[in-house]
C-alpha cells in the first residue's frame, strides 16, 4: 500500500481527504504530523493511524511515508513542498500550490533534481462529472463551443478564518477563482489569450472578496465571477451552436446541488441528464495520484498545469488594475 504523511491537522485533511485516502484500493494514512504532538496524536487515533508526530520534519524524516499530503496554509505550500520533496517524498498539495506562477518553476526544480512527483490537489480533475463535460465537448454534442460562463460564491467574514488573511495566502481569487480556470482549462483543452477583470477588496481584512472576470480563449469566452461575501452558489455552463451543457455542484460535489451535468439542444426541444450518485473525486485522486508516484500509468494534475493556472490568475489580478485587456 502507497503510504501518505499528513502535513498538519487541517480541517480539509480530516473531513475530507483523510477518509478519502484511508478508503482508496492502493493507500493508506500512516502518519499524522502537527506541531502540538497531542493534536497530531488525537487526530491519529480518531483515524487509527499508527504514527504520530510533533514536528513536520520529524514525519518527512521518517520511512514511514512515501507521500506527504500538505493542506498548510497557502502561504507555506512552496516551502513545504520543496522541503519533502528534498527528504524524497512525493507531495500532493492542496491548491493553490502557489500564490505566483514563476514560484512553481522552484517546484519544477525540485521535483526533477529529487525524481519525486509533485501535484496540485484539484480533485475535480478526477470527478466522473468533468470527465463527462470533456467527452461531450470532444464529440461536439453541442457543436462549436462559444461561451463558458461560471460562478462561485460563499459568504464568510470570519476576521480568524484563513481565507481572510492576507498573510496566510487568504482572498476569493486563491480560494475559489482557481476552479473555473482549471474546469474550463480541463474539459476544453484550451488555454487563455488575454483576460478583463474587476476585483473588490475588503476594507477590514485587505483580500480580494469579488473578481469579475472575461477570458478570450480565442475560440470561445470564458466569463465567471467568485466571491467570499454573497450567498453560496455553484455553475458552469458551456455554451455551443447546437446546444449547451449545464454542469451542477460543479465543484463541491454534491453539497450546491445534485452531482448532475445536463445536456440541452438547441431549440429545448430535448434533454439529456447524467447523474453521479457519488463521486467520490478525493477517493479517485488519491489512487490516480498513487498509482502515478509507484510507475503506473495515471493522469494527474501536472506542475506545467499548475504553473499555466496560476499564470490565469496572475493575469486577472493584473487586469484588475486597469481598463483593457492584459496579456495572460
Known sequence: MFRFGILSTARIGQNAVIPSIQDAENAVVSAIASRDVTRARAMADRFSVPHAFGSYEEMLASDAIDAVYIPLPTSQHVEWTIKAAEAGKHVLCEKPISLKANEIDRLIEARDRNKVLISEAFMITYAPVWHKVRELL??????????????????????????????????????????????????????????????????????????????????????????????????????????????????????????????????HGRSEVFRFQDSRQYKRQAEAF???????????????????????????????????????
Open 138 to 267: 470532444r464529440n461536439e454534442a453541442i457543436g462549436r463551443l462559444r461561451h463558458v460562463q461560471g460562478a462561485f460564491s460563499y459568504f464568510n467574514r470570519d476576521p480568524s478564518n484563513m481565507r481572510n488573511i492576507p498573510e496566510l495566502g487568504g482572498g476569493g481569487l486563491p480560494d475559489i477563482g482557481v476552479y473555473p480556470t482549471m474546469a474550463t482549462r480541463f474539459a476544453t483543452g484550451k488555454e487563455p489569450l488575454r483576460v478583463q477583470a474587476t476585483t473588490e477588496r475588503d476594507p477590514e481584512f485587505g483580500t480580494d472578496i469579488y473578481s469579475s472576470v472575461k477570458a478570450d480563449f480565442g475560440d470561445f469566452d470564458l466569463t465567471f465571477y467568485i466571491a467570499t461575501q454573497m450567498a453560496a452558489r455553484q455553475i458552469m455552463v458551456f455554451h455551443g451552436t447546437k446546444g449547451f451543457i449545464e454542469v451542477k455542484s460543479p465543484f463541491n460535489a454534491d453539497r450546491y446541488g445534485a452531482e448532475e451535468v445536463e445536456l440541452t439542444d438547441q431549440g
Open 290 to 328: 498513487a498509482r502515478a508516484a509507484t510507475g503506473s500509468q495515471a493522469a494527474v494534475v501536472t506542475l506545467e498545469s499548475s504553473r499555466a493556472n496560476q499564470r490565469f490568475i496572475d493575469a486577472i489580478y493584473r487586469a484588475s488594475e486597469h481598463d483593457g485587456w492584459e496579456k495572460v
